[in-house]
């Protein structure tokens, strides 16, 4: 039988690597908005 503890304890690597995943997504994402800001000015002049 598992019980709650045991299982909330197997989910702690999971949500860490899920917030890491998170941040990482959000972080790609930010850097390119500004890349492609800079570049549509560059071009657009």
């Known amino acids: ?3 709650r503890s ?3 304890l197997e989910l702690v690597p999971i949500r ?3 917030t ?3 941040w990482m997504i959000g972080l790609s994402l ?4 500004g890349i492609l800001a800079l570049l549509t000015r560059i071009a657009l002049g």
């Open 1 to 3: 039988m598992v019980s």
């Open 6 to 8: 045991d299982l909330q």
């Open 16 to 18: 860490a690597e899920l």
């Open 20 to 22: 890491l995943l998170k």
């Open 30 to 33: 930010v850097l390119s908005t």
